[in-house]
């Protein structure tokens, strides 16, 4: 019995880590099913980016208010869960406070005060967080409905509670108080416990101690299927993120050759590719679902915070269109779920559903409306590009489908015809000259 709740710990721990490493293994899986791309270049400002973008959170900042919080509770959370590895040790050992045993009680003092403090600064933040999400009016959170409004105030109600319980179990441990340094904030709770008998002081420092451990486990457990998947994925989404300049859109070598085969007079036109020919056409242009589209553009799906600051800047939603940036990563990070969950229905093999990417989640309209500013890949804090993806799916709409709007298909007409995108002769051109 003395070794009773090790056992239970231990059995907790592994669940909960390893319901978490499969969940892990099934996103990596989902995102492979993508195309293969080549992002091994200039890894040195790849490196930089993580480190200024990810980790330093220099985009949050743009919008100083939501930056300053979203640093406090980013910073806080990650700081005062160090503290977990102490509680991890003591429930597989069955020590207590471990962290005195190794470190002088000055140096502990100071790490649990500090703990507390940044504790007491996420509570104000989840509050003004929640306060912004759900009271004031505005319009980025205001157009979420059902679950994802409902997952982001999830998140806040997890982290005060966390926090609550990190500060009642520092207040009712007796031996802890007793030290006098290190309860900067829990020394103001315990009088609200005096009265209490000793007995009943260790019941309620256990319960807390016992759910704090679960509901970190549950939250680390919760990621997997909320948006604050970015916590763990905007390091590497970051990382292998865009490097070329915004505006610079891909060719697809196939095309790029047979222009240059159409510019080069001495080339023949009728020459047969050789066997195995690196140049030879794609099985299909563009994407119409998302096994069509990149590892990378799958990662940002799964990255997307849901902030909707790509949607906020973009000037086509601005002026009533039907895009929103920010959809076109949710419409796709659920397709990908989808496809997933048909996958793992199947045996590991996906059979058609009759849906695809799209029109089933994304349309033509939507699609259409984008300017290609790039204000979205701009805006958005972890380096995600929604253009990326609205692009291959026009190129699919233009190259296998053939269903451009119809002022584009007349300027590539015109193009094709008059070597510009107006409807004249080349001669006729300078003719408003004589009027």
Same mark, same amino acid.
């Given at each position: ?6 056992? +239970?710990?231990? =059995? ?15 996103? +990596? ?20 980016? $993580?480190?200024? =973008? ?34 991890? =040790? ?16 000055? %140096? ?9 403090? *940044?504790?007491? *600064? %996420? ?13 004031s009016n505005i319009k980025r959170f205001k157009s979420l409905k059902g679950w994802p409004k409902n997952d982001g105030n999830i998140i806040l109600y997890f982290e005060v509670v966390l926090m609550c319980l990190f500060l009642v179990m520092n207040a009712t441990d007796t031996s802890f108080q007793e030290m006098g340094s290190g309860n900067v904030i829990s020394g103001f709770i315990a009088p609200w416990f005096e009265g209490f008998s000793a007995e009943t002081l260790h019941i309620i420092e256990r319960g807390a101690w016992w759910l704090h451990i679960v509901g970190i486990l549950v939250f680390l457990n919760y990621l997997y299927f909320s948006k604050h998947l970015h916590i763990l994925l905007?390091?590497? #989404? ?23 085969? $159409? $510019? ?12 195995? @020919? ?17 590892? =990378? ?33 949710? @419409? ?15 045996? /590991?093999?996906?059979?058609?559903? /009759?849906?695809?990417?799209?029109? @089933? ?44 709007? $119809?002022?584009? #298909?007349?300027?590539?007409?015109? +193009? ?8 004249? #002769?080349?001669? @006729? ?7």
């Open positions: 019995m003395q070794y009773l709740p090790n056992i +239970i710990f231990a =059995i907790l721990l592994i669940a909960g880590v390893g319901y978490f490493a499969r969940n892990i293994k099934k996103l +990596i899986r989902n995102i492979k099913l993508g195309r293969d791309v080549d992002v091994s270049d200039n890894k040195p400002q790849r490196w930089k980016n $993580m480190a200024r =973008i990810a980790l330093g959170q220099s985009k949050m900042v743009v919008r100083p208010i939501a930056g300053f919080l979203h640093i406090i509770v980013y910073v806080g959370f990650v700081i005062i869960n160090i503290e977990v590895l102490e509680i991890i =040790i003591d429930g597989l050992f069955g020590t207590h406070r471990v962290g005195l045993k190794v470190l002088p009680e000055s %140096v502990y003092g100071f790490l649990i005060g500090s703990f507390e403090v *940044l504790a007491v *600064l %996420v509570l104000v933040a989840v509050v003004v967080f929640w306060l912004r999400r759900n009271i905007a390091f590497p #989404n970051v990382y292998y993120g865009k490097l070329t300049p915004k505006g610079e859109f891909n060719n697809l070598e196939a095309v790029t050759n047979e222009v240059k085969l $159409m $510019m080069d007079p001495n080339a023949d036109p009728f020459a047969a590719p050789a066997e195995g @020919d690196a140049d030879e056409e794609p099985a299909k242009f563009g994407a119409s679902d998302v096994t069509d589209l990149n590892v =990378i553009q799958l990662l940002n799906a799964y990255t997307c915070t849901e902030c909707g600051r790509c949607t906020s800047e973009c000037p086509a939603n601005q002026t009533g269109k039907k895009l929103s940036p920010r959809k076109i990563m949710m @419409d796709t990070r659920d397709r990908l779920i989808e496809v997933g969950k048909n996958i793992d229905a199947n045996g /590991g093999e996906f059979k058609d559903d /009759g849906k695809q990417l799209l029109n @089933d989640y994304i349309t033509k309209e939507e699609l259409w409306a984008c300017t290609t500013c790039n204000a979205c890949v701009e805006a958005c804090p972890v380096s995600i590009d929604p253009l990326s993806i609205i692009m291959e799916m026009r190129r699919y709409l233009v190259m296998e489908e053939s269903a451009a709007p $119809m002022e584009l #298909n007349n300027m590539m007409t015109n +193009i094709e015809n008059n070597g510009a995108p107006w409807p004249y #002769n080349q001669q @006729d051109r300078l003719n408003w000259v004589n009027e």
